[in-house]
């Protein structure tokens, strides 16, 4: 619908980069998830369901929201994180 999709991408995107700073899946895991599936109707332009994720090129705008602002955060903290001591 008039590439809403595309422009709300300049707004959305930073604005969920900003929430996920403080962020802390470790002891908050279902954190912004609220959100995220707020925007999941407005961003999602494809209607597929498969559990393999699409390619980078096939993208639609949500799938671009949980790659580029979702998934660096969540490998970060996981990266950091040690089973021994939790």
Do not use: C, H
Not at 10 to 15: I, K
Not at 44 to 57: F, G, I, L, T
Not at 64 to 81: D, N
């Amino acid at each position: 619908l008039y590439e809403l999709s595309s422009i709300a991408v300049a707004v959305v995107f930073p604005m969920l980069q900003r929430l996920l700073v403080g962020w802390d899946p470790s002891s908050d895991p279902t954190g912004p998830a609220n959100v995220f599936n707020q925007w999941r109707n407005l961003l999602r332009e494809s209607d597929y369901s498969s559990a393999v994720p699409p390619e980078p090129d096939k993208m639609d705008n949500y799938d671009r929201l949980v790659w580029e602002i979702w998934l660096p955060k969540f490998r970060s903290v996981l990266s950091s994180w040690s089973p021994k001591s939790n």
